[in-house]
């Protein structure tokens, strides 16, 4: 593989916690950088890059989670590999598309009350239904923590 390692960390900011990527980014936010392999063109993925210069290559079938949560960031302590598995349950707060804007949290309308589930191995399971949002978030954050291996953000206690 053939790239300029000065190249690579001169776009790269250092003066925050994350190493944030400050040239080109894919659509999913990203950085990345092209580099030659055998004379032809490759795009890379400059997190995984980190990854590998600092802690060699990565294990097959696993991937590289941003413990951090900032897709930009390519600083090799934020970095760890994971399983899809893994790297899923590490998410921060809710999905995009979220009304409640919690994750694991709906609005039921027929029971006029808060629904919650984990979504856990392609299975949903639902918790039940709960007065307040609080109560069903909690529900689902407490479900997460007995399911979930590599989920950081709900192991910080409120």
């Known amino acids: 593989m053939d790239f300029n390692i000065e190249n690579f960390w001169s776009k790269v900011d250092q003066s925050d916690d994350c190493w944030n990527w400050t040239a080109a980014l ?87 009350k808060w629904a919650a589930y984990v979504r856990h191995q392609n299975k949903t399971i639902y918790l039940g239904l709960f007065a307040s949002i609080q109560e069903a978030g909690e529900a689902a954050r407490l479900k997460r923590l007995e399911l979930f291996t590599f989920n950081d953000a709900d192991r910080v206690t409120a």
């Open 26 to 112: 894919n659509p999913g936010g990203y950085g990345r950088l092209r580099a030659r392999d055998n004379g032809k063109r490759v795009m890379l993925l400059a997190h995984r890059l980190s990854y590998e210069l600092h802690f060699g290559e990565i294990p097959p079938g696993m991937q590289i989670d941003h413990a951090c949560h900032n897709k930009a960031c390519v600083k090799p302590s934020h970095l760890r590999a994971a399983t899809n598995k893994q790297n899923g349950e590490n998410q921060a707060g809710a999905h995009a598309d979220s009304k409640s804007g919690i994750r694991g949290v709906s609005w039921h309308k027929r029971a006029g």
